[in-house]
């Protein structure tokens, strides 16, 4: 969680002068056809798209910019015996109009957005549900073929964790859980892919690492794991199969697949390891060694 707001801080950027970018085409329309231009239906289209795309202070400086565009109009076109009631509407109903607009619709993306969020993520651990995660590592095969680079994906299991369920209760499980999930991601670059894909089991999508790389990152995770899960006196351990694929050129459940199978064979030698495999293609023997730490 402190990672995220740390990154929303970090991304926040002036949108509202989004708002602004549209005006100069509005007026000079305006300008150039009058109420033929239909401004009224120009503005409200454009406060209505800016607030969408880019939110609500974006919307609100589109909708007072457009409030003064309808006003000007007003002015220029309105009879000269108008009554007062007439432009008091006229140049108070219209804005009021483009607010509303900008708000509502504004308002409706943002529910919209946190749905879509909400949707893919995993409420227990706050990291990418199976969902997210499978979106986000077919984008990143895409983006290695692309690229031509190679990609690494870490496939986690705890071990012994149905004992801490049975001996502490599924509230101490939830927690180990949501310990394992916010560890990995405050311990990984923004760009890597952390999501929770089974009961007890992470995986970790690495972009464009080395061979070695994500080795390290991966001694790393477990280091940093492990020292947050003794320090809550928890027994569980992780069992890790580790794939680098050096050329990718299948989907994304190729990579899941040998990374599964490494941390199976990890699991089988006595839990508490980590299996390393290099795969040149997709199907490909996967070939390593396991490295286990001490406990």
């Not at 798209?49 to 076109?77: E, F, M, N, P």
């Not at 990984?188 to 007890?200: C, I, K, L």
């Not at 994500?214 to 492990?226: D, E, F, M, Y």
Request: charged share 25%.
């Amino acid at each position: 969680m402190r990672r995220a707001i740390a990154e929303s801080m970090t991304n926040r950027k002036p949108t509202w002068l989004l708002g602004l970018l549209g005006l100069p085409i509005l007026l000079l329309l305006d300008q150039r056809f009058g109420i033929y231009a239909e401004p009224v239906v120009l503005c409200g289209v454009y406060v209505g798209l800016t607030a969408w795309l880019w939110g609500r202070s974006a919307g609100y400086v589109a909708a007072l910019g457009a409030s003064a565009i309808i006003v000007g109009t007003v002015r220029l076109h309105l009879p000269a015996d108008a009554p007062a009631a007439a432009i008091v509407w006229l140049v108070t109903a219209r804005p009021a109009g483009f607010f509303a607009s900008a708000h509502i619709l504004a308002t409706l993306r943002a529910a919209l957005d946190r749905e879509r969020l909400a949707a893919r993520r995993d409420m227990l651990t706050g990291v990418d549900n199976r969902l997210a995660f499978e979106e986000k590592a077919e984008n990143a095969v895409r983006r290695a073929k692309r690229k031509r680079s190679s990609l690494t994906m870490a496939f986690i299991d705890c071990d012994d964790f149905k004992a801490v369920n049975d001996t502490l209760g599924h509230e101490a499980g939830d927690e180990l859980l949501r310990v394992i999930g916010q560890t990995l991601r405050l311990n990984v670059r923004p760009e890597d892919v952390v999501a929770r894909v089974g009961g007890d089991e992470f995986a970790v999508v690495f972009h464009d690492c080395k061979t070695q790389c994500p080795h390290v990152a991966v001694r790393r995770l477990r280091r940093v794991v492990s020292q947050e899960l003794k320090i809550r006196g928890w027994n569980v351990t992780l069992s890790i199969g580790v794939a680098t694929f050096k050329s990718v050129s299948g989907t994304y459940r190729d990579i899941l697949r040998a990374a599964d199978k490494l941390q199976y064979s990890a699991k089988a030698t006595g839990k508490n390891a980590v299996l390393y495999g290099v795969v040149e293609e997709p199907a490909s023997r996967v070939a390593g060694e396991p490295h286990r730490m001490a406990s």
